[in-house]
């Protein structure tokens, strides 16, 4: 039994205008929820993101951008920077090249929803910020079918 084998992964997807959402939501998470959030927001892959520290003011919990594979710490929100890939194995973070068509959004909400679902079963949440495109609901679609839980933003005040 790992040290992750009781938290609840929580993947947040968002597309580039979810930043509102992103804020709103990381406003509200709870300080000990025993929980990892991993949040893939697609972004420009040729500017540096400030997303770590925007996100930063928004809350109280410790917000870390991802550099290499790490065990992830409970109660830590985790962003992943831009053009990569963003998956949980084996109950460790990690970073990848982006899989699919150059012009997929990056990170792939899918492929850190897909890898959450295997990894975490009923553990696992993901929730779907902002956007008009499909990324993301083939991934809910594995939290569903592993007994996670999927959360979407209401129509009415997505971006």
């Not at 870390?64 to 594979?69: A, R």
């Not at 890939?85 to 850190?112: W, Y």
């Amino acid at each position: 039994m790992s040290d992750t084998d009781d938290l609840i992964f929580v993947g947040i997807g968002a597309s580039a205008g979810g930043l509102e959402a992103a804020s709103l939501l990381v406003q509200n998470l709870p300080i000990s929820a025993n929980a990892v959030y991993v949040m893939a927001q697609h972004m420009s892959p040729t500017h540096k993101s400030l997303l770590t520290s925007l996100i930063s003011r928004e809350t109280k919990l410790p917000v870390v951008e991802l550099k290499d594979e790490i065990t992830p710490e409970p109660n830590t929100i985790y962003i992943t920077p831009p053009n990569l890939d963003v998956m949980v194995e084996n109950g460790k973070i990690s970073l990848h090249n982006p899989s699919g068509h150059p012009a997929t959004p990056k990170p792939s909400a899918d492929r850190l929803f897909k890898s959450i679902a295997a990894d975490c079963g009923v553990r696992c949440v993901g929730i779907v910020l902002s956007g008009t495109g499909t990324d993301g609901s083939y991934g809910v679609q594995a939290i569903r079918e592993s007994g996670g839980i999927t959360i979407a933003q209401d129509t009415a005040s997505a971006k």
